[in-house]
């Protein structure tokens, strides 16, 4: 540990990511442009959210990563290990005893609280790059609060699908103004944005971007007065705990079809498995 | 004059900026809530608080603009010193230190351009009182309502309504700091 500095990046670094974060907290939503460094990892794995977790990290933390809900994953286990090597943090998998949370497209069941800090990664933090490659006009349409194009794209949606097909990374707008893309969230998650205890952090290392939540902000997820936003799931409980109201994953079981639905959300599930509560399939093997 | 330049300083850079910045970020990302910030021992008339802020963000990269009393070799000579920071005007500065009558008028300094709201100057403003009443703000990172002691009202409600351009401001007193953001609502007390 002692061979890096604390939390590996350099104080000149962090001191730059940190100014971007706090102009990230005053202007809701807008993206901060910032000088993204290599990471000891590949674009795409989260260096976005190491170099701000790496920002906001103290040696009292006690520090937590997702990825798509689980602690478990190669992508969660390597940060997890980068910062306990780097920083010297305590680690946890526990949603409630973590200070700062580090997460790849998921936010926890669990309700989180003031003092905790929620860090995610994000691929593409520009919702409008689908829609308008080019970045010099999608800085002019944030700044002219020029959004049609994203209601036209969500109507066509409707147009062909018969309902807003958009599942996930699903365009909010903060407090009024900015359109934000939540990262690929699953739009399960996007009720959770808004009105959050917890201080919402994004990252997006390859983009080059840092964008900011502050606490009880209002959130709103872009939709028609006919065609309302709707939070959506598989029609499934949890086959290991039960849950009715987790984001669940599909987990193909054999070759024949078989099939069964799980939190996605890891330390949900175990503890709502230690307190008693079990699924159709928990224990037995998958038919 | 020389030992006072070099000391006052982080004793751990990496660990006491990390601590120092978590409570200003907490400040800015709850305006009006008040922070204990510690590690800095910068010369009069600079705050500890001041100090810490200083050293926390600043670096090469940021211009810095002394006004008032603030202004004079200790500071300049430990600013230098501390955080290589160049000192300028108050129209290139990034950020701005000084007293609140010192400070003014606002419109000397950038409130960002349209497509980059965030180039804008931070003002950190040293109070003689930093308390939990006056002042109701509301808006992002307030449940309901804080209370905090500004040293006036109108002008942060003149700021508040250029969003998304616009100041924000770091308050510090003593070994204290809060944080205004240019989104949050200013009532006078008594106007709710």
């Keep these: ?50 170099q701000v977790s790496a920002a906001v990290m103290t040696p009292d933390d006690r520090f937590k990563v997702i990825d798509q809900g689980a602690d478990d994953t190669t992508n969660a286990v390597s940060i997890r290990t980068f910062f306990e090597r780097t920083a010297g943090v305590a680690t946890t998998t526990k949603t409630s005893q973590a200070s700062v949370i580090q997460t790849r497209h998921r936010i926890p069941e669990e309700p989180l609280s003031e003092g905790q800090i929620l860090v995610y990664q994000v691929p593409i933090p520009e919702p409008l790059r689908f829609l308008e490659p080019r970045e010099s006009e999608t800085r002019k349409m944030h700044s002219l609060e020029e959004y049609g194009l994203m209601h036209v794209k969500l109507y066509e949606d409707i147009s062909r699908h018969g309902h807003i097909a958009t599942s996930y990374a699903y365009p909010v707008k903060v407090e009024g103004r900015y359109v934000m893309d939540p990262s690929p969230i699953p739009k399960f998650d996007n009720p959770k944005l808004g009105d959050m205890a917890a201080i919402q952090l994004f990252g997006a290392g390859r983009e080059q971007r840092i964008y900011a939540l502050p606490p009880y902000t209002q959130v709103v997820s872009l939709d028609f007065e006919d065609h309302p936003f709707e939070a959506s799931k598989p029609d499934h409980p949890c086959a290991m705990c039960g849950a009715e109201n987790s984001y669940l994953d599909e987990v193909i079981t054999n070759d024949a079809g078989g099939r069964m639905f799980v939190c996605s959300d890891t330390d949900f599930c175990e503890a709502r498995q230690a307190a008693g509560h079990t699924g159709t399939m928990n224990g037995k093997d998958a038919a | 004059m020389q030992a ?83 000192v300028v005007g108050p129209s290139h500065c990034v950020f701005a230190v000084g007293g609140w009558d010192d400070l003014t008028p606002l419109s000397a300094y950038q409130i960002g351009t349209p497509q980059y709201p965030d180039r804008s100057a931070t003002l950190i403003v040293q109070v003689d009182q930093l308390e939990p009443n006056g002042a109701i703000l509301s808006g992002p990172g307030i449940k309901d309502t804080h209370s ?17 351009f616009g100041l924000d401001f770091i308050f510090t007193c003593g070994d204290r700091v809060a944080a205004l953001p240019r989104t949050t609502v200013v009532m006078h007390k008594g106007a709710v």
């Design chain 1, 1 to 50: 540990m002692s061979d890096y500095n604390f939390a590996y990046l350099d104080e000149q670094t962090k001191r730059m990511i940190r100014r971007a974060i706090l102009k990230g907290l005053a202007i809701p939503g807008y993206q901060v442009p910032f000088a993204s460094r290599e990471m000891p990892m590949p674009y795409g794995w989260g260096t976005g959210g190491v």
């Design chain 2, 4 to 86: 006072q330049t070099l000391s006052g300083g982080f004793a751990d850079t990496a660990t006491a900026s990390a601590v120092a910045f978590r409570q200003v970020m907490e400040a800015m990302a709850r305006p009006g809530t008040i922070h204990m910030v510690t590690g800095a021992a910068p010369p009069a008339p600079l705050s500890p608080a001041t100090g810490v802020v200083l050293l926390t963000l600043c670096d090469p990269d940021t211009p810095v603009h002394l006004s008032g009393a603030l202004d004079c070799d200790a500071v300049r000579t430990w600013i230098a010193f501390h955080t290589g920071a160049p």
């Design chain 2, 148 to 164: 905090l002691s500004l040293p006036e009202t109108r002008a942060f409600q003149l700021n508040a309504g250029h969003f998304p």
